[in-house]
């Protein structure tokens, strides 16, 4: 539902570059049942957003990206419990988008309280996402043991900076990192890792258990030969935008291997419940201390440079957007 009432959202009018996007008035989302609107503070700025303006993802034009938000409940839908009018939270928004704005509504399994005495509104705003893939991705999909070593790929990047933390808390042994040039080493080993490396150095990296890939391209098929017997890769992205890359069912069978894929939109729809205690687990362990999520804050009105920079890959660590009314 809707109202008269008007507010600003950052909208993709028409698939395309960076410069696309266009602030637009809108009407302010009310709460279905199970739902929760919230006053937007901060919105997590990530690459899902830019396959969405890119077309790569099918929405409807004009389309409000935003996966991730932090800000306070406006309003409760009918039936939810547990959340309070004017409560600080985090939220993801993944399904259906809508964070680039001063509202966005989202079901309440996957809005999250934060105190924020040790969790800054900026901060929340970017853990949704990526912190809670992290754990998806290593316990629920990966099913991580203890002691098991764990290689990353993008380690300096936003999720990868939470995969290498995530893998310390559930008790990998070796963790090692892969980053597309020099300058992120540095970058790169203070989320957790033992050791990183530039990505073309892979086949001297050993064998290890789990593999996370969200370049794609070359470095795939690469992952999968890094992969120990009875160890598992996780496909979760292919920011290097290279064609798809097939992997032989025969050289999985023959080698005990397995290939997995994660899409935190697809298990937020189908499983909210889940998302939403993955998100719980990543709000208390950033609030612990136990993550370290750096984050620059840029302007709402400065989405185009968020955009630019995370597509050229400069960036490290997270970049959230400021969008709350002055």
């Known amino acids: 539902m809707s109202n008269n009432l ?40 990530n690459f899902a957003e830019i396959l969405y ?3 790569v993802v099918d929405v409807a034009l004009p389309f ?3 996966i991730e938000v932090s800000g306070y409940v406006r309003a409760l839908g009918e039936g939810v419990e547990g959340l309070a009018v004017g409560q600080a939270v985090a939220a993801l928004t993944i399904v259906a988008g809508g964070g680039y704005a001063e509202v966005v509504v989202t079901a309440a399994e996957l809005v999250v309280p934060v105190d924020e005495r040790s969790l800054p509104l900026a901060t929340a705003a ?63 080993r203070t989320f957790g890792y033992d050791e990183v490396i530039v990505r073309d150095r892979l086949a001297e990296a050993g064998e ?18 890094r992969l120990a017997p009875m160890g598992r890769m996780v496909v979760m992205g292919n920011a290097s935008g290279a064609a798809d890359v097939g992997v032989s069912a025969n050289e999985l069978w023959f080698t005990n291997k397995t290939v997995s894929g994660f899409n935190l939109a697809a298990f937020a729809a189908a499983d909210p419940g889940a998302a939403g205690a993955a998100l719980r687990r990543a709000v208390a362990a950033a609030s612990a ?37 002055p």
């Open 6 to 45: 008007q507010m600003k959202a950052i909208t993709i009018p028409e698939f395309g570059p960076a410069e696309v996007l266009r602030e637009a008035a809108a009407a302010i989302p009310e709460p279905g049942p199970g739902e929760v609107a919230i006053d937007v503070a901060y919105a997590g700025a």
């Open 53 to 55: 303006r890119r077309g």
């Open 64 to 66: 409000v990206p935003g």
């Open 126 to 188: 970017a853990l949704p996402s990526n912190s809670t893939t992290a754990f998806l991705v290593l316990d629920r999909v990966a099913r991580i043991e203890p002691g098991e070593s764990v290689l990353v790929h993008a380690a300096a990047g936003g999720v990868g900076s939470q995969l290498g933390q995530a893998a310390r808390l559930l008790g990998a042994g070796r963790v090692v990192g892969t980053v597309g040039s020099p300058e992120k080493i540095a970058v790169a």
């Open 208 to 225: 290890f258990d789990i593999v996370v890939d969200m370049v794609g391209g070359p470095t795939r098929q690469a992952s999968v030969e």
């Open 289 to 325: 201390g136990q993550l370290r999520i750096p984050v620059e804050t840029l302007p709402m009105d400065q989405v185009i440079e968020a955009h630019r920079r995370i597509e050229s890959g400069s960036t490290t660590g997270k970049l959230a957007l400021a969008v709350a009314r």
